[in-house]
């Protein structure tokens, strides 16, 4: 079953449009990274999908119910990027605040291995008031985990976090996928997007101007070959031009040591595909 | 069901860890105290005051002064009522409180409804206690006691309930100052409409009376407090009763049942517009 599916989706606030027409899927266990200028819709898509938002047109609906519905709030998980819990809370009646709300019968265990899977646990008893960003900001992911959500909505979940942090969340989006939780990530970090989707879908004004794979959205950008008199860049050749141009090569009596095909990182795919916008 | 009860005790717990439950507390300590104060000397005096024809003093002193506190108990309920409830919808989305609890599987109806029972659980008992605290320093000072002990004081609480579902339909539209300035000028134009139809009773003019009775309907706070004034001297008749009428904060007006069902009616429509709206508030 599709864990998000979002068709024809628009928004819009007062006379702009937020959303126009996004059409857009994550399949069972599949980790799905959304990429887009600042006011690209990013943030609001995911609030949709969560219920938070209203869908002026289109449809979505999370594990087969309609976003916002209880059925599909019990389906997910979401971290929204401005989130804040109660000062006065520890992080352990924290989750169990969620756990209540969410339903969920995992007790003291659960909350146990969502504080051990944020690296929190050393902080269970520690109030929010007196947790730094990064800890509240893992404690939000761990939040958003109570209950095991088929479906988890991140949105900017690292965007407080120093680079520990992030690997944690990173090893810890990989850990997920393999337990087959699917995994809707909206971030402006390429290469943590890079390094963790299955797939990337770039949003600019509202619309996917860009989806696919890393490897169907980088582009050939040539073959580079090392030979004994140094390096060469074919830029126009292709992956299928690379044995002709080393036969030709060695042909000619140079010695190759390495041969590259060359494919632009998804850095250069999402500045090709938002043509250098910022907001 | 379990949901529900969570956010009323979420509702509970953030209202008794806000400093204003603590401000307001101490506002009452210092009221009672010199509630305390006003009572004895008042009452302590009376044997000297030779009161015009008609008028039993020791009844005129005591509903008079007792009046007066259940005008603080209102507004101080009103004040806590107020503030806990002025920032529940856009003011806790807009600091990030909200989406977590929202995205619940809980209901927006559920979750409101219940931040509605986390205040009158907090603001009910309290204006109770104020109530039945006043009305005990004034018996054990003056020997007087309303003719109604508990009606009237579950009218001032009802009206606080009202003022907080006011706050928190407000709360759904405006910034948490706003809806705090609006309710407070609410609840004050039905004061001032009280006071009008005082004016009104004492010139005998009915125009102004007609006003601030249907100005009264419209706020039916300003309602349940005219008939809780009233109901404390229901058994008090002849010039004693008319100028007591006038009362200490607006009329003294017994509504009864009509003003009572009304009150009940309005929280229906006012709960029903919150939700409604609530339910289609983009956050």
Redesign the interface.
Known sequence: MTALAVSGLAKRYGRVDALRGVDLEVGEGELVGLLGPNGAGKSTLVKVACGLVRASAGAASVCGAPAGSRDALRSMGYLAELFRFPGWYSADEVLQLHQRLSGSTGGEAERTQLLELVALRDARDRRVEAMSKGMQQRLGIAQALVGEPRLLLLDEPTSALDPVGRRTVRELLESLRGRGTSVLLNSHLLSEVELVCDRVAILLDGAVVAAGTPAELAQARGVEIETDEGKRVYEDARREDAPRLVAELVAAGRKIYAVSVRTSTLEEVYLDAVGGETS | M??VW??VR?GL??AL?RKVFAVVLLLTLGFLGLFWLGNHYAFRDLSGVQPPAGIDARTFAGSFIFGLAMFATLFLGVVLAIFLTIGVVRGDAE???L?????????RSSLLAARFLGTVGVCVPYVLAVYFASMGITGSAGHWWPDRIVTPGLELAAAVALVAALSLLGSVFLTATANGIAIFMVFGAGLVAGLLGTIGHALSSHTLERAAKIAAYVIPVEALYQDALGQITADTHGVTRFVLELGPFGGAYIGGTPVRLWAVAYLGIVAAVALTAFA?R??
């Open positions: 379990t949901a969570t956010i979420y717990e953030e860890r600091r990030g409180l989406q977590p609890l929202v995205v619940r599987p809980i209901g289609r983009d956050l």
